[in-house]
């Protein structure tokens, strides 16, 4: 099903006749939210008792909120109406049902959403487009007997119409909205339900398109995301974000939780993002840290940036000369599976922990069960980098060998890390043409 | 080929961040009231000092603690909110309302495009340039180095062109101000009732508080993740910031009243300069020049880009500019238009200072009803929680505003009546 319901800007015209249709239908079924605040509530009879303040949801993580109520200025009070008392929710006014009416001042119940003044004009993501978004207006339906929030809009022709005339109000605009199947709010209760739920779209996002959303969103609305991920992956959308903006994230989370986070991305990366703290803000992380993953880091943190202990993973997978091929394929396998990685070669070394060369994961699959994996590599030139290598030296050892990875070694080449080609690019390109805009001075 | 330069970005990069670094340990604070002495800033207090020599001082005292109280909240909105100020206008406000905010802004911000680019014509004006070559050069050349990615460089060159102005308090010390007078209206309270002085009293409202800088104040507190819990630092340093920035602004009025005090309105940049001679003589006009061309072309860029992220924020479309500048076609629309504008208007016949103050008094006219907002958002409970205004606080808040509003009423009204005849 198409989520984005929006009007042809080409084609046939009678493809374009027919989607006219379905949007006047649409359009037909809606009401605007924006548009029915400050409208008269009145009693069947026609005698106006107020005019409505806000609506009222209650959400339990289902698709489409319900409506349960509605407030109602009623003098200086603003009166909850429950939804059972309500007769006729139309685009100009509201009816009710009944002339009971509680005039005690309304005080949120938990649970309990304003759509006008909790959803209307905040930030939301968009699961589905992947994107922050602000909702300009929220659309209402009558479905199965109750009202629900079916819909936001992200147009800006909505908010045209919002500053318009009030009679313009009224009409919906569907020009650009989202449905709300795919929309994850914020500072909402029922929205982290939402958001831990096991198929969430949240959950399938790229960890780009995480970094991106976590990057765009206000801090309150960030952290509640990054909350309710599992560590790994935030660790991943981390991973992926602007320098700048991680500094600043990893900056306003409590330090356990930034520590967590931190020990959770590849090595490499983490030791990217502790460089760019204050000398304070990093060695806090490290304390807070498990010791095993902060000495690594720390371990990493002592090479000089730019260089090969700078840029590797300590990430490895060593197999001895003798090991035989179905052993170390059954432990990659293993690994893998606890912590699956970016390693796409095993290390080979003898009998002194000495480098002898690398199979990559395709040579390892097609060869044979009872071989020791050192045949593998016999014969062959090892390729590696020295610890202190530059990237200059590493660009033009992968030109040479054409590999995916190169491995690290230290002084008597035991093995240290591997540094991945990406890991490269990313260092040879590190805006990678996106341009964020700076909009003050440093 | 792998060209050697790539290699190098990284560690390019890293090296600027350090350098950045080392400017933020200035903060948002002392960046945001210090750019207060811009263009608009430098002419509107070297006109005070021309004109009423240090009588204006104690304006300039109550001009301070606006400041800090407004400059103080806009930072606490940004800590405990997490939000811009325009965010949290949308939130907070009806949308009409908060409309009406962001045209306040375009316009206040427009006028401060103006002043800088009429900065840029009078800094040329002074080594023999006429401004009819040097804005619209400027002006495609701050453009182009926005869209084209390289301003951050250029950015750091008119960074330190600016610092030329640290040399006002040297040439206060050096300039023999008459230091009773200068002590005696400073603590003096006097207001002289006279349409010139209330003109240049709300042009040196406008210029100190400027809505841009309650608006990077707060985006720049959010931009760099500072929290409730490193609020009673960044409050420090915003309450430093705002009063060493109007020291230096009281030293240009101080100087410059000492040099060329009772000539009068000032109708030139070349008069402005005079009062640097005690520091470098001759010199003089070469350092005010570089200094006047540093401050502008900094904000020439700064504030248009500032508007336009504003707006975008206003209709949440903020992911188009951070995801693809160049692509965001409204975004780049809005810069532009707002160069363009800018350039142009600057370039109109007519005297340059006089144009500088003029955008000053717009800015001050509309300074209040951005100061209204931040007032009442920063009474909210909803916004800031525990850290809403205290109620003496809220007493001085409401006290500052209005005396501000009161005399940008007073600008207006004399102006209306003044166009009818009355006045």
Same mark, same amino acid.
């Given at each position: ?8 800007? &080409? ?8 989607? *006219? ?6 359009? @037909? ?6 548009? *029915? ?50 007769? @006729? ?41 992947? /994107? ?7 659309? !209402? ?76 969103? &206000? ?57 760019? *703290?204050?000398?304070? @803000? ?14 690594? !880091? /720390? ?16 990430? !490895? ?33 003898? @009998? ?23 045949? *593998? ?66 | ?61 109550? #001009? ?277 504008? +800018? ?20 800015? +001050? ?56 005849? #009355?006045?």
């Amino acid at each position: 099903m198409a989520r984005h319901v929006s009007f042809p800007a &080409g084609g046939l015209r009678r493809e374009r006749r027919e989607r *006219l249709l379905a949007q006047r239908v649409v359009q @037909e079924s809606l009401v605007s939210v924006a548009g *029915l605040i400050g409208r008269p509530v009145r009693l069947r009879g026609g005698a106006e008792i107020g005019r409505l303040c806000d609506l009222v949801a209650r959400w339990e993580g289902e698709t489409y909120p319900s409506l349960t109520g509605l407030l109602v200025r009623v003098a200086r009070r603003r009166a909850f109406v429950p939804i059972s008392h309500v007769g @006729e929710i139309g685009r100009t006014e509201i009816l009710l049902g009944s002339a009971r009416l509680d005039l005690r001042d309304y005080e949120r119940r938990s649970g309990e959403v304003l759509l006008a003044a909790d959803v209307l004009d905040h930030q939301l993501v968009d699961c589905d487009g992947v /994107q922050v978004v602000r909702a300009s207006d929220l659309y !209402l339906a009558s479905m199965g007997g109750g009202w629900r929030l079916v819909g936001v809009d992200v147009g800006f022709q909505s908010l045209l119409r919002r500053l318009g005339p009030t009679r313009w109000r009224t009409r919906p605009t569907p020009e650009r909205v989202i449905d709300w199947a795919a929309i994850q709010p914020f500072g909402i209760d029922g929205a982290a339900l939402r958001l831990r739920g096991e198929n969430h779209s949240l959950a399938r996002l790229r960890p780009a398109d995480l970094a991106d959303l976590l990057e765009e969103l &206000g801090r309150n609305e960030r952290q509640e995301l990054l909350g309710s991920l599992q560590a790994a992956s935030a660790a991943d959308a981390l991973e992926e974000m602007e320098p700048d903006a991680l500094r600043t994230l990893l900056h306003e989370l409590p330090s356990s939780q930034a520590a967590e986070l931190v020990g959770a991305m590849e090595p490499d990366e983490a030791v990217d993002a502790l460089r760019d *703290l204050d000398d304070d @803000e990093r060695e806090e992380l490290l304390a807070v840290m498990p010791a095993s993953a902060a000495l690594r !880091l /720390q371990l990493l943190l002592r090479y000089p940036e730019g260089t090969a202990g700078g840029l590797m993973t300590t990430r !490895l997978v060593v197999a001895r000369h003798d090991d035989l091929v179905a052993a170390v394929r059954d432990r990659l396998a293993t690994e893998y599976r606890d912590a699956p990685s970016d390693v796409d070669a095993v290390a080979v070394v003898d @009998e002194n922990g000495q480098f002898l060369g690398d199979v990559t994961a395709l040579d390892l699959m097609v060869a044979g069960d009872d071989e020791p994996i050192g045949t *593998l590599v016999e014969g062959t030139e090892p390729v590696y980098v020295p610890v202190a290598a530059t990237l200059e030296t590493l660009v033009d050892e992968l030109i040479d060998s054409r590999r995916g990875s190169l491995v690290v070694v230290d002084d008597d080449r035991l093995p240290l890390g591997r540094i991945l080609a990406d890991d490269v690019i990313d260092a040879l390109v590190p805006d990678r043409g996106r341009h964020r805009v700076r909009m003050h001075m440093p | 080929m792998i060209s050697a330069l790539r290699p190098m970005r990284r560690l390019l990069r890293r090296r600027r961040r350090r350098l950045v670094a080392l400017l933020a340990v200035l903060g948002p604070g002392v960046i945001a009231a210090n750019a207060g002495n811009d263009a608009g800033g430098i002419a509107t207090y070297a006109t005070a000092g021309s004109q009423f020599f240090y009588r204006t001082l104690f304006v300039m005292v109550l #001009v301070t603690i606006a400041l800090v109280v407004v400059q103080e909240m806009a930072a606490r909105l940004g800590a405990y909110s997490g939000e811009g100020l325009v965010a949290l206008i949308r939130e907070q406000f009806s949308l009409r309302i908060a409309t009406f905010a962001v045209v306040c802004l375009v316009v206040a911000n427009l006028g401060l495009v103006v002043a800088e680019f009429a900065g840029i014509g009078a800094a040329f004006e002074i080594f023999g340039v006429s401004r009819y070559v040097a804005v619209p050069f400027a002006a495609l050349g701050i453009w182009a180095a926005v869209v084209f990615g390289s301003y951050r460089y250029a950015e750091r060159v008119f960074l330190i062109l600016s610092i030329a102005f640290l040399a006002y308090p040297i040439a206060v010390l050096l300039g023999h101000p008459h230091w009773g007078t200068v002590a005696s209206n400073t603590v003096w309270p006097h207001f002289i009732a006279n349409r010139d002085f209330t003109i240049l009293a709300v042009a040196l409202v406008g210029t100190t508080i400027t809505p841009y800088m309650q608006l990077y104040q707060a985006a720049a507190v959010v931009d760099r993740g500072i929290g409730p819990d490193d609020y009673p630092r960044e409050r420090a340093e915003t309450i430093g910031g705002a009063l060493f920035a109007n020291l230096i602004s009281m030293c240009i009025i101080i100087a410059t009243a000492a040099a060329i005090g009772g000539t009068g309105a000032l109708q030139s940049a070349d008069q402005a300069a005079r009062a640097l001679q005690p520091v470098v003589g001759s010199g003089a006009k070469v350092l005010f020049a570089v200094g006047l061309l540093g401050a502008s072309a900094l904000a020439a860029a700064v504030v248009p880009l500032s508007t336009a992220y504003g707006l975008a924020e206003a209709v949440g479309a903020e992911r188009s500019v951070s995801r693809h500048f160049r692509e965001a076609r409204l975004f780049l629309g809005l810069f532009t238009a707002q160069v363009v504008v +800018g350039a142009a208007i600057a370039l109109l016949p007519g005297n340059l200072i006089n144009l500088l103050i003029r955008t000053q008094i717009l800015n +001050g006219v509309i300074t209040p009803v951005i100061l209204v907002f931040i007032v009442v958002l920063a009474h909210r409970p909803s916004v800031l929680g525990d850290a809403v205004n205290s109620r003496r606080f809220h007493a001085v808040a409401v006290v500052c505003v209005t005396a501000v509003a009161a005399l940008a009423t007073l600008v207006v009204a004399q102006t209306v009546l003044s166009w009818i005849g #009355v006045a």
